[in-house]
Each structure stands twice: as C-alpha cells, then as structure tokens.
C-alpha cells in the first residue's frame, strides 16, 4: 500500500447524522483535527440541515440531499481555501448538523397572574397555559445567535427563553385586545394567532419559528371564580323574592308536622281556586251549573308564615321559622343583639327590635312567695 493510500484510509469519506433523540436541536459531527477529506460524501436527510464553520468562519449551509465535498459545491468554502481548479487535499472545518424539524407539544404558562381591565368587572388577574411548537427556519442565523461552539444543543437549553417570550407577548395581547374575560374562552383561537404573530417577529431574529401556538385555558384566581359561580347561581335563581319563598317553602316541608298543616290549607285553597275556576257546582245527580250568585264566596288563603335568616360570623344561616327562633332564644343561640333578616324587612335588624320576635325575649318573673 502506497502512502497516498495510507493517507486516503486515514480520512473519513461519508458524513451524515441519524438522530435517535427527540430534542437534539444541533449535533457538531466529530472528527480528530476535524480534518475532512476533499471529495467526501456528505448526506442530508430531510428535517436536517449542515453548516460548515471554517476556521471560526461560518461558511457553507447544505439543504436535503447528497453531496460530493468538491470546489462547485462549496462556494465559500473554496473562497476561504483560495483553492485553485483541480488542487485536492484535506481540509480542516467543523460540521454541525441542524434539525429543522418541529418541536411539538412544548408546554408554556403564566407563572404570575396577569393584571388587566376588563370592561365588566373591571381590573381582574389572569392565568393562562397552553403548548406551542418551534422549528429553526435559519440554520445559520440560529448557529450565530444561539448555540456558538456547543456540540451538543438539546431544545430544553432554549425553550426557557422562549417561554419568557410568550408570556410577555400574551400579557400585551391580552391587555390590549379589550376582550371581556367571560368571551375569552370563545376567541382564544384568535387570540393565539395574535400572540403567535407577535412571538415569530422576535424569535425571527434567532433563525427561529413558532409554527403552531395553542391557548388551553384562561382562568381567574380561586376567590373570583367563586364570587362568579356564586353570581352564576342569583341568575340561574330567577327572581330573588320567588326564590325566598320557594326556599322558605322547602325548609318548612323538611320541619315536620308543622309544615304538613300548612301544606294541607295550601292544598285546600288551590283546589278552592281550581273549583271557582272550573265555574260549575255538580250535584249528585248532575244538575246544572249554580248561579253565581249562589256560590259561597272562597276563603282567602292562610296567611304564610314567616321565617327568619340569622347572621352568624359573616354568614347567613336559616330559614328558620318562628317556633324554630323561640327555641333557639331558649337555648341561648339567640339573643337580642343577634341580627336577623325576613322577607319584606328593611334590611338586617337585632331580633329585639322585631315585633314578631321581641316577645321571646320577656322578662324573667320575680321569685315565688315564701311558702306559708
């Protein structure tokens, strides 16, 4: 074997990269002295992409496909070399290998709630967090700004800035699209190509894209979700006075006996009504409709009986009704100075100033006589 064959052995004549890790960005292909054989074979792959630095120089950028490391190939690289036509030797250059493939299914999310006006409940804090994609669209521009000399670039090195990026560019979208937070969830679509938009024009200037941007969820803080549930439920209530009744209705059902009374005189006058509705008096043998004049006129119905809500540490609690509140006084659970709410009341009063409740509180009588 002659030395140029010995020196020809000595260098490699194929380059590629086959990837099996799903988040290196850029792999730098090694080589002792990085010395490459001019001639050799350089491979490609789709979703890949070759830059060659030469001499901290960053000259050649291949695309997809294969290639033979000669002067018509090499453009730069042969102005950098000062190669003549036909002169062949090994030359010395680092090869870093680029994915251009997407990066799927990265997560992104709001660490800090973001303050904004809302036109209907005015300064309210969001959280919001979603996922994104990111693909690099300038090979050369991404070696440059990024990655420098490392040899190994995985996506977890860049995704943190990238993250930051998003955060700040949905914060000024959302403080500046002057959606309501309840109509939020219907335009989040919209609102990610907006926010999309503003982070390709900056990532744009590290060789970068964001292909795809997804909004998952936009919510408020624990406490204001509450109140809204809370809001939600007066609404799905109705009326606030029929709403009192019915419920007022439903604890006296649950009371007992007393409750079954008050039920059978409501029964009683609904069938009253319905008889005076129906407008006719059969008798036992089917006899004609009797005059009006000769239907006794219906009873009124039976006055409702009131019942009372009581305010204890902050929350409301009841209703009670009055038999209910005598007990209570007796046991001491309430006293004069307890603030106590009914249907038709001028706001919350102490129970010593209500009627209806004053007389549970008497006086207690003096000591019997001494015995004779």
Request: net charge negative; glycine share 10%; aromatic share 8%.
């Amino acid at each position: 074997m002659g030395i140029l064959d010995f020196l020809s052995g000595q260098f490699i004549d194929v380059i590629h990269w086959t990837d099996d890790t799903r988040d290196t960005m850029v792999w730098r292909f090694e080589r002792e002295g990085h010395e490459i054989k001019y001639g050799a074979k350089l491979t490609v792959r789709e979703g890949q992409a070759a830059v060659f630095v030469h001499e901290g120089q960053l000259a050649d950028v291949f695309t997809p496909g294969l290639y033979m490391l000669e002067t018509n190939n090499m453009p730069i690289m042969t102005s950098l070399q000062h190669w003549d036509h036909g002169f062949k030797s090994p030359f010395k250059s680092e090869i870093y290998y680029v994915n251009t493939t997407r990066f799927t299914d990265l997560k992104w999310g709001t660490k800090n709630p973001i303050m904004c006006r809302d036109p209907e409940f005015g300064p309210v804090r969001l959280r919001a967090f979603g996922t994104y994609a990111v693909r690099v669209t300038d090979p050369a521009l991404f070696l440059q700004e990024i990655v420098g000399t490392d040899g190994e670039f995985t996506m977890d090195e860049v995704s943190f800035q990238i993250r930051n990026i998003i955060v700040q560019s949905f914060s000024r979208v959302i403080a500046g699209s002057g959606i309501p937070v309840l109509d939020m969830a219907a335009n989040t679509q919209e609102l990610g190509k907006m926010v999309a938009n503003e982070i390709t024009k900056i990532v744009a200037d590290y060789g970068l894209a964001i292909p795809e941007f997804y909004i998952e969820n936009i919510s408020l803080p624990p406490a204001v979700e509450e109140a809204l549930d809370k809001r939600t439920s007066r609404g799905l209530a109705g009326n606030l006075d029929e709403h009192m009744k019915w419920s007022a209705a439903e604890a006296l059902q649950k009371g007992g006996a007393a409750s079954e009374g008050m039920g059978a005189a409501m029964g009683m006058g609904l069938g009253m009504a319905m008889a005076q509705g129906a407008g006719t008096m059969q008798g036992p043998w089917g006899a004609a409709p009797a005059p009006a004049a000769a239907r006794p006129a219906p009873p009124p119905p039976p006055p409702a009986e009131k019942v009372w809500h009581i305010a204890e540490n902050g929350e409301t609690k009841g209703p009670f009704s009055r038999a209910t509140m005598g007990q209570k006084a007796g046991a001491g659970e309430v006293t004069r100075e307890t603030m106590v709410w009914t249907a038709g009341q001028d706001g919350w009063m102490k129970a010593e100033d209500v009627a209806d409740l004053a007389t549970l509180f008497t006086v207690m009588p003096p000591p019997p006589p001494p015995a004779v």
